[in-house]
């Protein structure tokens, strides 16, 4: 059984965005990196990036395959997470808190409706199981 919180909103590619104000942390769900299996690698966008929602905007790489990283919402990249790019096991090892990938600033909050919420999330990764 996968690990879900609640209080963050999914997208349908399996990242997790936590809201605080217009800014937001994104990663990728427990779900995700159990899927991928030991992350080796961690490509991330430059901070001060401006991505519209869903646009691909990284890389991870697993022993079993590569995904993109999409961005959930639109915004400006802020900060990245540094400690994963040095350790991408975190990933895997801490998805919801040190695992986290990037900052962003959101352009249109709005488009938080597009995206799950934890019970949805839930009932779309048990129709995947």
């Not at 901070?47 to 790489?61: C, K, R, S, Y």
Request: proline share 4%; hydrophobic share 40%.
């Amino acid at each position: 059984m996968s690990l879900i919180l609640e209080n963050l909103y999914y997208s349908d590619e399996h990242e997790w965005v936590k809201v605080d104000g217009k800014n937001a942390v994104v990663g990728i769900t427990d779900y995700a990196e159990d899927a991928l299996g030991d992350v080796v690698f961690v490509e991330l966008p430059q901070v001060g990036e401006d991505f519209a929602q869903m646009d691909q905007v990284g890389v991870i790489e697993s022993v079993k395959t590569v995904s993109n990283i999409y961005i959930p919402v639109s915004g400006r990249i802020t900060e990245i997470n540094e400690a994963v790019v040095e350790n991408p096991a975190l990933v895997n090892s801490s998805p919801y808190d040190e695992g986290w990938l990037f900052k962003i600033e959101m352009y249109e909050p709005a488009e938080l409706e597009d995206l799950k919420s934890s019970e949805e999330y839930e009932e779309m990764i048990s129709e995947e199981e």
